[in-house]
């Protein structure tokens, strides 16, 4: 029987099976923070806002590529902002290059070049065309929008939702740090969070062996001496990576154990539900496998 099987004072191993499949969080565990980052958007708008109200005055103008042109000579720093217009992010000044195709018959091509700081008449009139021509032209022409730091923060929401799928790892990691801290501000107790083994060294001067060198363990608590490893995740769908993720952690268990170390694998979400073999494979070959509703009642605790 398993220790955890004892510790929560069930009958068998496979009633702790049971009791963990029961209660996994099959709503999700979407926090206030998953939808936009709203730190992270403002502070790419800020350096930007001087500029974006100088474009401002082309809002509601019939001739856009004569009066941006003027604006350009005027303030150059204005072409900087016309990426963010168009939700592009450059990462060289090559890609700040680009070539339109203007002819499909002929495939000749209108280069614009982005990328020029002190535009002169010429280099500031072609990138006022390209402005028109990719749309935006027309968008302030026609007062289709008000003020362009507000358009321009729009974009970067837009922008910024691409980062779901990483939040919705950090929510996890979130929920179970929440217990973690808890648990170790009770017991006098230290963690470590993403640690490597370097960075247990460090903390602790106990030496770890490695099975590759960029290994990290998402959180790992000290209890003099002894170490408990934490690997964290929530899967709301099913999927390969499932069965992957479960076997890696199979071999995870072992490699940690033969250097008494403590595994604890912690996972929850509907995705189990359409993965249940792979997840009872590594139940039946370690310890502990916990999920959120486990740490709610306090088995970290009872654990360490």
């Not at 720093?77 to 963010?84: D, R």
Request: proline share 2%; glycine share 6%; with cysteine.
């Amino acid at each position: 029987m398993k220790k955890l099987t004892t510790l929560l004072g069930l009958g068998s191993d496979d009633d702790l099976f049971k009791q963990i499949m029961s209660t996994l969080k099959l709503k999700g565990i979407t926090q206030w923070d998953y939808f936009v980052k709203w730190e992270k958007v403002h502070k790419n708008i800020a350096p930007y806002e001087v500029e974006l109200n100088i474009l401002n005055v082309l809002i509601g103008k019939e001739n856009i590529k004569e009066e941006l042109t003027s604006l350009i000579l005027q303030y150059p720093k204005v072409v900087n902002v016309i990426p963010i217009l168009l939700a592009i992010r450059f990462k060289t000044k090559e890609d700040q290059k680009i070539n339109i195709v203007s002819d499909l018959k002929t495939f000749e091509y209108d280069h614009f070049d982005l990328s020029i700081k002190t535009p002169n008449q010429q280099e500031a009139e072609s990138i006022a065309s390209f402005f028109v021509k990719c749309g935006l032209g027309d968008l302030v022409k026609d007062k289709k929008v008000k003020n362009l730091v507000d358009y321009a923060t729009g974009v970067e929401v837009g922008l910024d939702s691409n980062g779901r799928k990483n939040r919705g790892g950090h929510q996890m990691e979130n929920a179970v740090e929440f217990y973690i801290k808890e648990v170790c501000e009770e017991l006098g107790l230290v963690y470590l969070k993403e640690a490597n083994a370097k960075a247990i060294k460090t903390a602790w001067d106990i030496d770890l062996a490695v099975d590759k060198s960029s290994r990290r363990i998402d959180y790992v608590i000290n209890k003099a001496g002894k170490l408990y490893f934490f690997e964290v995740n929530f899967y709301n769908g099913g999927g390969s990576k499932l069965k992957s993720t479960a076997t890696e952690y199979v071999n995870m268990n072992q490699y940690w154990n033969a250097q008494n170390i403590e595994f604890i694998w912690i996972t929850d979400g509907a995705g189990w539900l359409s993965a249940t073999l792979p997840l009872r494979e590594y139940f039946d070959k370690s310890e502990y496998l916990l999920n959120l509703e486990m740490l709610k009642n306090g088995i970290l605790k009872v654990i360490i």
